[in-house]
């Protein structure tokens, strides 16, 4: 019998018998797949260790992309990846470590989109500088798909080990703090604003994280930023204003927040020592228009605008 066959049968001696006469435990069949995929199809997890221990790599490529190891996070094979993570001396040495699936993604970009802090904490130090920084079809490093995933944890551990990837963006050109802030993802924006990310730095298409949680109607997002004390007159890529766009889309919320901190910034600024903040604010409402004039009264300001 060949080893698929052994694996229907459910036999541990003749799959051992098979292996001792030669038969390669990682050879792909006319699916493309590895015996090791076929034991999990079956769900037999004692020849599943077995196959471990006899050479079976759970990072072995399939030929259309991905590898058991990436199939079980996405399954959430909870008894097979006890048993792979209690075997991790077997495979952490693959030169299969790299695989990737459909999307480009390698087996450290699925373990944080499957959430799984244990397997996390298991192929954490397998991570190095020369891996870190792959990317998946979407442009995101390990880094920035931790971000996107919103586990703070996830993003401290790389941070504080790797820190260079502050500095990574995606394909869109779009930074940690650009992904959160779109995102809503509070725990992660908190986290780099602690960190003194830089607030005015713009992607690609030229919107700052602000806008970008403008134009997604980010609320919490919003008002981190602007209370972190990033630009309240900041314009999109495409030249419309950041109170233009919550009035186009009747981003009633949104707009409250923002009128609300520019009432704030207001009462700490001195008409005399702050004249050139003073000029940009009046330019900005004479401009856009966001206030009406019953609120421009309200401001003391339907004399200056």
Do not use: C
């Not at 109170?243 to 009747?250: P, Q, S």
């Amino acid at each position: 019998m060949n080893l698929i066959d052994i694996i229907k049968s459910g036999s541990s001696e003749d799959w051992k018998q098979a292996i001792e006469e030669g038969e390669n435990p990682n050879e792909l069949d006319s699916y493309g797949i590895t015996p090791l995929a076929w034991i999990l199809k079956m769900d037999n997890l004692d020849l599943f260790s077995l196959a471990l221990e006899t050479g079976a790599d759970p990072l072995y490529p399939h030929r259309t992309g991905g590898s058991v190891f990436q199939d079980l996070l996405s399954q959430n094979k909870t008894s097979f990846i006890e048993i792979l993570l209690s075997k991790k001396n077997l495979w952490s040495g693959s030169e299969h470590l790299l695989t990737r699936d459909k999307s480009g993604n390698t087996v450290f970009h699925s373990v944080i989109q499957s959430e799984n802090e244990d397997v996390w904490e298991h192929t954490f130090d397998l991570l190095n500088l020369e891996n870190i920084s792959l990317r998946n079809e979407e442009g995101r490093s390990v880094f920035l798909e931790a971000v996107v995933s919103g586990n703070s944890d996830f993003v401290t551990s790389l941070w504080e080990s790797f820190p260079h990837v502050k500095f990574e963006k995606d394909g869109e050109g779009k930074n940690g703090l650009h992904l959160s802030s779109e995102r809503n993802l509070i725990d992660v924006l908190r986290f780099l604003l602690e960190h003194s990310f830089p607030l005015e730095e713009k992607d690609e298409s030229g919107n700052t994280a602000l806008f970008l949680a403008a134009e997604a109607d980010a609320t919490e997002s919003l008002e981190l930023l602007l209370k972190a004390g990033a630009n309240l007159f900041v314009y999109g890529g495409e030249g419309e204003s950041i109170t233009r766009l919550f009035d186009r889309e009747k981003f009633h919320h949104s707009f409250k927040i923002w009128k609300k901190e520019l009432y704030q910034r207001l009462k700490s600024l001195d008409q005399e020592k702050d004249k050139i903040k003073w000029e940009e604010v009046l330019l900005y409402l004479k401009t856009e228009k966001p206030l009406t004039q019953a609120e421009l009264v309200g401001a003391k300001l339907s004399d200056l605008v």
